[in-house]
């Protein structure tokens, strides 16, 4: 049986090399994607042989990545549980997409990857399967084998003689990492009244600790879509780096989550994303002048349903295909520059700017204004509330009426007394 394995290098999968060998006298080869990661693909092959692996493919997908993926979900404002601005899912589906695609190209038998059987990412990655490669087995050996815990991942490694250079085996947490943020999860954290240590945190620089001045950075869009920082237009990979740097100096990004996972329970992740979080103040700020009332509305339905589906592996659909469509329709004239202001954990909007900019100041001024006669807000007003006046006009016959009834009441009551 030939498989191909999802890699990271980490625990989990090093040891499943050997793990598919021994239980399925499987060939293992390992794919390992690059989506900005620290190290990206750096020693893993070596590391994969090491381990038994009869082949590995690294793959660069860093600006697929961004251009096809955090673009589009940060074009129509997806966020999760109000807070997670999705790093970890809108990675799965592209790793997922190209290891089902090499699985397709080398004629393997089956997939496999080291996600747990309690988690978001095994329904992530296997729906990903099921879109390119319908007809392969899937092994997810969490779901199978006896190893409970870190320390059987260990002990199983050690028994074999397995190396893990580079694996802390101390490590208190679980995290993922790429361009666009890193997660924390596990250890103390499962705790949700623990406050996280600052040694926990590896991006960003915690906001007491900031510059003591603030620092003003101005964003261009196009579209929707970023394309300029401070006067320089940078390709998608660049830009995100660059704003994650300057981000992370302020301490902008953290958010510390207790979300609801696909699979039922509640979990607890921090997450630090500061160039995402820096993109999508500016963004939906730039919108408020160059989107309509009714069309801002609609874009943030669809927001929530495009972080459902993502969130839940649904990737590779027509739904999302549609859904991308209409934010495409509805960023058309998203044009334009923001201004931020970073200071000690913040970002607020300084200024905005557009050249489709919706927003014209001799209609909202308090003054005069040639093109806006008062008087007509009367007749708005009157048409507007007509709704409001009819229930209460309703209210009113009812409550004539109870006291209607009431005096004949009594007045029946009187006569039958005598």
């Known amino acids: 049986m030939k498989v191909v394995l999802g890699y990271s290098g980490g625990l989990d999968t090093s040891v499943i090399v050997p793990w598919l060998k021994e239980n399925y006298n499987a060939e293992v080869i390992c794919m390992a994607g690059d989506v900005g990661q620290q190290g990206g693909l750096e020693g893993l092959e070596a590391k994969a042989y090491a ?72 329904v992530r990655f296997e729906l990903a399967y099921s879109a390119i490669a319908p007809g392969i087995k899937v092994i997810a050996p969490w779901r199978e084998w006896d190893i409970r815990s870190r320390e059987d991942a260990l002990a199983y490694a050690r028994a074999r003689d397995i190396r893990l250079d580079g694996v802390d085996e101390s490590k208190l947490y679980s995290r993922d990492e790429n361009l666009w943020h890193i997660s924390h999860e596990g250890g103390p954290l499962e705790d949700p009244g623990f406050e ?40 998608p990979v660049t830009l995100l780096a660059t704003l994650n740097e300057i981000g992370s100096r302020h301490g902008i990004g953290r958010a510390d989550i207790v979300e609801n996972r696909l699979v039922g329970m509640k979990s607890r992740g921090v997450y630090e994303t500061p160039g995402g979080t820096l993109l999508y103040g500016a963004l939906k700020d730039l919108e408020s002048i160059t989107i309509d009332r009714q069309s801002e509305g609609l874009k943030d339905e669809m927001a929530q349903r495009w972080a459902d589906m993502l969130y839940e592996g649904r990737w590779w659909t027509p739904e999302r295909e549609a859904l991308a469509a209409m934010a495409n329709v509805l960023s058309k004239d998203v044009t334009g520059s923001v201004k931020l202001k970073l200071y000690k954990g913040s970002s607020c909007v300084a200024a905005r700017t557009s050249p489709v900019s919706l927003y014209r100041e001799d209609l909202a001024s308090f003054g005069h204004a040639a093109t806006y006669d008062h008087a007509d807000a009367t007749g708005f007003i009157r048409l507007f509330g007509l709704p409001i006046r009819a229930a209460a006009g309703l209210s009113a016959s009812r409550a004539e009426g109870d006291k209607a009834v009431t005096k004949l009441l009594e007045e029946v009551l009187e006569a039958s007394a005598l």
């Open 196 to 235: 996280p240590e600052e040694s926990m945190y590896l991006w960003t620089l915690a906001p007491e600790l900031a510059p003591d001045r603030p620092e003003y950075l101005e964003i261009g869009f196009d579209g929707g879509v970023p394309v300029m920082l401070n006067g320089e237009v940078m390709g």
């Open 51 to 122: 381990t038994g692996a009869s082949g590995f493919f690294g793959e660069d997908l860093r600006d697929e990545f961004v251009e096809d993926f955090v673009f589009p979900t940060l074009k129509i404002g997806a966020v999760y549980g109000r807070k997670y601005l999705l790093g970890t899912a809108m990675a799965r589906p592209l790793l997922g997409k190209r290891q089902a695609e090499i699985a397709l190209q080398i004629g393997a038998d089956a997939l496999s990857h080291g996600c747990t059987g309690k988690g978001n990412d095994q």
